[in-house]
């Protein structure tokens, strides 16, 4: 018999098309070939390139931009000692003497050091695209900044004392200090501000080229053409101002201010107006089409963008799979932040409890995956798409937990290199009302990172925080510890919503300091029960004064105890790993933590145990 007829198939896509395609496109996203000419770069393609090596840059951490720069700093001193041994060497012969000046330089870009001017490209143009903040960007150049002049200290240092210098070449390397030393104010800025352009200038030509000898030729020249041109470079500056004061021949602060500021400023302006600013207005919309693997999609706010991580996120996430979210009105929306799918569906069993309380709920589980501090590429492109199916499938069998619960569902997936703060960013843009969050040895903010403050980040909650401790979800014996505080109000909503959903029993336990105290602790509790609709519930009045050890003795007939956060909150000390509470280790069911949304630093700091 004749198969059936499917009509016209698909044609299967050409290997050799594929290996093709993987071999052009960088892992980080953005064009390894051009697209017209394949060895030779467009104007976009150029700045796709430089945005995506500086997105990892930007992201990278203090200390290994440090140290990077401190060891960019000291290879400067080599252009310094061999300018002043060429200059000793020659009788000062006006080009023989620079020759090997552009050294250093090639050692730092080659080797892929950090060096200021050079960051008067890369970084800005990934501000200028609102792909980092200005704090962010102003973050790396004073890293950067500060590990260069503590280079060219150090490398300043060793030619003073260590012997390196011949008698004619320390003269000649103190006539080339006070030789800048001697130039006016403005004429170095100037000078400078053609250096600036310069340097930025090989940046951008050393992303258009594809292979090393290219970006040998061109960086040597280039360099060679700041002493020919009489041009001032900040940090071989600042290094030739350290020598002298070495020497006892300046003070620093004179120095700095003569000669070092000048420099500096004029090296910033000419790299970022001259260079970084022309050329990016000659770049076209599409320029961002390829670079990384969502463009200009990932372009912060312009609030975030002006203040970074003072009001909110200093970078796009790398990968963020969730869709903003309308204003809620009567929708109730639950976030359940997850590092680990396999062994947190607890977290979304009880997410779809509490959500089912609601005429109109969702819940939104977000497998938050904390990329490593030290950047790394691979997170666009096919990669990109690995990442993401293999998070869906760790994600799909959440489908099924929260299909018993007639509430809504919906997943997503953020790679991240500050999963703690992403997770108030989430909250944020999808308008949640709740977060249920698991608080175990894999908790997302193991090694969490922020550009903000702990304190800042938790002085007003975007929403209700639940924290569980899991030691197997069981709601049917509920203990309620009350002082009467607003975060006590939140745990009792989270136990009236379970004892209407699921059942639950609920034991209300309050402990006052001593007998006398009793029949004023019951009042109070019995009145604290009606306010909360919980008048049914089993009330407890422990006189022993020992807050712990009565909910220690109450929690070995229940299987779950939910307790509000005390005076300094939950989520600074967790992240702190400085939560050492005794009844939270001692007891044997599961602990849930609960803080109340906003708060205040005066509640927070003075609230009631």
């Avoid at 280039?222 to 041009?231: D, R």
């Avoid at 009105?329 to 959500?355: F, K, Q």
């Avoid at 249920?436 to 925080?465: C, E, I, K």
């Amino acid at each position: 018999m004749a198969e059936p007829d499917d009509g016209p198939q698909a044609p299967d896509p050409d290997p050799e098309e594929s290996v093709r395609e993987a071999v052009e496109r960088s892992r980080s996203g953005a064009p390894a070939v051009g697209r017209v000419v394949r060895d030779r770069f467009s104007t976009d393609e150029v700045f796709q390139r430089i945005i995506a090596a500086a997105d990892e840059e930007i992201t990278a951490g203090s200390r290994e931009l440090f140290f990077s720069a401190l060891a960019g700093g000291f290879a400067i001193t080599i252009t310094f000692l061999l300018y002043a041994s060429l200059t000793a060497s020659t009788g000062g012969d006006t080009v023989l003497s620079v020759m090997l000046y552009p050294l250093g330089f090639i050692y730092i870009i080659i080797g892929g050091y950090q060096l200021y001017t050079e960051n008067t490209l890369p970084p800005v143009a990934l501000t200028l695209e609102r792909l980092a903040s200005i704090p962010a960007l102003l973050r790396n150049w004073t890293v950067v900044l500060a590990g260069n002049f503590a280079g060219g200290a150090l490398g300043a240092v060793a030619l003073v004392f260590g012997g390196v210098l011949s008698p004619e070449a320390a003269t000649a390397a103190t006539y080339l200090a006070e030789k800048g030393l001697a130039t006016a104010w403005w004429s170095l800025f100037s000078k400078a501000a053609f250096a600036g352009l310069i340097v930025a200038g090989v940046v951008w030509v050393e992303y258009a080229a594809r292979d090393t000898i290219s970006r040998l030729v061109v960086i040597y020249l280039a360099f060679l053409a700041i002493p020919l041109g009489g041009l001032y470079h900040s940090v071989v500056s600042f290094t030739e101002m350290v020598y002298l004061v070495l020497l006892g021949e300046l003070a620093f602060l004179t120095g700095m201010v003569e000669f070092v500021l000048p420099v500096l400023l004029g090296n910033t302006v000419g790299g970022v107006v001259l260079v970084t600013i022309v050329n990016y207005f000659q770049t076209t919309e599409t320029r961002l089409e390829s670079a990384r693997f969502e463009g200009a999609t990932r372009q912060l706010s312009i609030r975030e963008w002006l203040f970074g991580g003072f009001v909110g996120r200093s970078y796009v996430p790398l990968i963020d799979t969730a869709e903003h979210a309308a204003g809620n009105g009567d929708h109730h929306r639950v976030i359940v932040p997850i590092a680990n799918p396999r062994t947190e569906t607890h977290l979304v069993e009880l997410a779809c409890m509490l959500a089912r309380d609601h005429e109109t709920a969702t819940v939104h589980a977000v497998h938050v995956i904390q990329k490593p501090d030290r950047p790394t590429r691979g997170y666009a492109g096919s990669n990109r798409r690995r990442i993401i199916d293999e998070s869906e499938a760790l994600l799909e069998p959440l489908h099924d937990t929260a299909a018993g619960y007639d509430v809504g569902f919906e997943t997503s997936t953020v790679v991240s290199h500050r999963s703690f703060e992403e997770i108030f960013d989430i909250v944020r843009r999808k308008n949640a009302d709740t977060v249920v969050m698991g608080w175990s040895d894999d908790r997302l903010w193991t090694a969490a990172r922020s550009d903000r403050s702990l304190n800042d980040l938790t002085r007003r909650l975007p929403s209700d925080f639940l924290i569980l401790k899991d030691r197997g979800l069981d709601v049917s014996k509920v203990l309620l510890p009350t002082d009467g505080g607003p975060n006590c109000e939140l745990s009792a909503s989270v136990a009236r919503i379970l004892q209407n959903v699921s059942g639950a029993s609920v034991e209300l336990l309050h402990v006052v300091d001593g007998p006398e105290e009793r029949e004023a602790g019951e009042e109070f509790l019995a009145d604290w029960a009606a306010e909360q609709d919980l008048a049914d519930a089993t009330m407890t009045v422990d006189d022993s004064g020992d807050v712990e050890t009565a909910i220690e003795n109450a929690a070995a007939d229940s299987s779950l105890v939910i307790m509000g956060a005390t005076e300094r909150g939950i989520l600074t000390r967790l992240v702190a790993d400085a939560l050492h509470m005794d009844v939270v280790d001692d007891v044997d069911v599961s602990v849930l933590l609960t803080e109340r949304k906003g708060g205040g630093l005066l509640n927070r700091l003075f609230g009631r145990r």
